[in-house]
């Protein structure tokens, strides 16, 4: 007999706003070690480890199908938050203008688009 598992579905989690997330933490995963590694060669895997680590262990009930570590809505805000900074502010230290630029596009649309979903995860992620 055959199991199935129950879709996962998510009011405020569109294929957008997702794609924009993963984006912005792509940004960050990369932007961040590189200016980490400006200042020692040995901040890379620790800023790896924080920026990857922190948004994939500590998760929101109702927000994400597994969960590591529960946590609360405004924690993970803050961890998501936390991205968008790194994703905004680092490419203008490491790389052309024009590409800073065009990465802090990203950050501001993918702010724009994930808007409902933060301020529902600040609502207390309320199961939908």
């Not at 024009?98 to 501001?108: D, K, L, M, N």
Request: charged share 10%; net charge positive.
């Amino acid at each position: 007999m055959l199991c199935e598992k129950e879709l996962f579905s998510h009011p405020y989690d569109t294929i957008y706003n997702s794609s924009l997330r993963f984006a912005v933490e792509i940004i960050a995963w990369v932007a961040g070690p590189w200016l980490a590694s400006m200042f020692s060669t040995w901040l890379i895997a620790p800023s790896l480890i924080v920026l990857v680590g922190l948004p994939a262990i500590f998760s929101t009930r109702n927000d994400k199908r597994n969960v590591i570590i529960a946590t609360k809505g405004i924690v993970r805000v803050a961890i998501e938050l936390s991205l968008y900074f790194v994703a905004a502010i680092a490419p203008w230290y490491i790389w052309s203008t024009q590409f800073s630029a065009g990465t802090t596009c990203v950050v501001i649309i993918a702010l724009l688009v994930g808007a409902p979903r933060l301020k529902w995860l600040c609502n207390g992620a309320p199961k939908a």
